[in-house]
């Protein structure tokens, strides 16, 4: 089994522990599933700065390969963010440096390297949306995460991306069940395969086109809980994981029975990460990050 993530790398900054994380959602996914014990790869664009030297060190330091990565001339991806009564809260970023500004563009050799993976990821934070559909003549399974803004579900977004997506990741924290439902039915009727939600401490809800699955949130113990950072990724992370095992491919739909299983899994593993730091570790105090956000 192998999966690749595409797209967006970032370094996380908490002021308030004034220490900065590698991250990033196609990172976090590549590195979490490598941790279930899946071969994984990343490929991406990292800034020429120390930023970018940090966090890629760190992806390598995980195990993943990144060999197909490029370098290019700009700042890295750069967040800041403080931790409120555990919970991560995002104060700005400088657009992803040259993740957004220079995005990694598909060729040939690179989709003959992501049709070797069960599944590859990406993200809203990517600019990978023109490559969706070269990405999928690979004939992998693709994963998508659509994040929480809803400018990212607008319909002319959804019929830009979701017709090449099997998984599709929509944070709906704070949606009621209904109004979960209505935006997991969108995703699907827009052409999406698969479209799950997940909704913090309320658990998460799928939709496979037909019906609807809930999943309560795993408990977790409060003395070990670090942060959220990466809890959605790891929900999807271990989401994939458990259907690929089980079976999931582009021409096999999983069972509703895998699909209650991987929901167990995913919500254990977004339990497990509330007692990480960062989304991976590598934590490294810093008193300020010299880039503009």
Not at 97 to 111: D, K, Q, Y
Not at 176 to 186: C, F, G, I, S
Not at 198 to 211: E, I, P, S
């Amino acid at each position: 089994m192998k999966v690749i993530g595409f797209g967006d790398n970032i370094v996380d900054r908490f002021l308030d522990r004034k220490v900065i994380y590698p991250g990033g959602n196609c990172v976090n996914f590549a590195v979490l599933a490598r941790s279930l014990g899946v071969d994984s790869a990343y490929i991406g664009v990292f800034g020429n700065d120390w930023l970018g030297d940090f966090v890629r060190s760190a992806i390598q330091e995980e195990g993943v390969d990144i060999s197909r990565c490029v370098i290019r001339e700009g700042p890295n991806g750069v967040t800041e963010i403080k931790v409120v009564d555990g919970d991560r809260i995002f104060l700005g970023w400088n657009n992803g440096g040259v993740t957004m500004s220079h995005p990694f563009v598909l060729e040939p050799e690179h989709l003959a390297y992501l049709a070797t993976a069960d599944l590859v990821h990406s993200s809203v934070y990517s600019a990978s949306e023109p490559q969706l559909p070269a990405l999928r003549t690979a004939g992998t399974l693709v994963s998508f995460d659509y994040s929480s803004e809803p400018e990212r579900r607008t319909d002319h977004y959804l019929r830009r991306t979701a017709p090449f997506i099997d998984l599709a990741l929509l944070s709906l924290g704070g949606h009621t069940p209904q109004a979960a439902k209505h935006e997991l039915r969108r995703v699907v009727a827009a052409g999406a395969s698969l479209a799950v939600g997940t909704r913090g401490a309320d658990g998460a809800m799928l939709f496979d086109g037909n019906d609807f699955l809930s999943q309560e949130a795993a408990p977790t113990d409060a003395r070990r809980f670090a942060d959220t950072m990466g809890c959605g990724d790891a929900f999807l992370t271990g989401l994939v994981v458990s259907l690929l095992k089980a079976g999931w491919t582009r021409h096999s739909r999983p069972s509703s029975g895998s699909l209650r299983e991987a929901l167990a899994f995913a919500a254990g593993t977004a339990a497990e990460q509330c007692y990480v730091e960062g989304a991976f570790g590598y934590g490294r105090p810093v008193a300020a990050v010299p880039t503009r956000i």
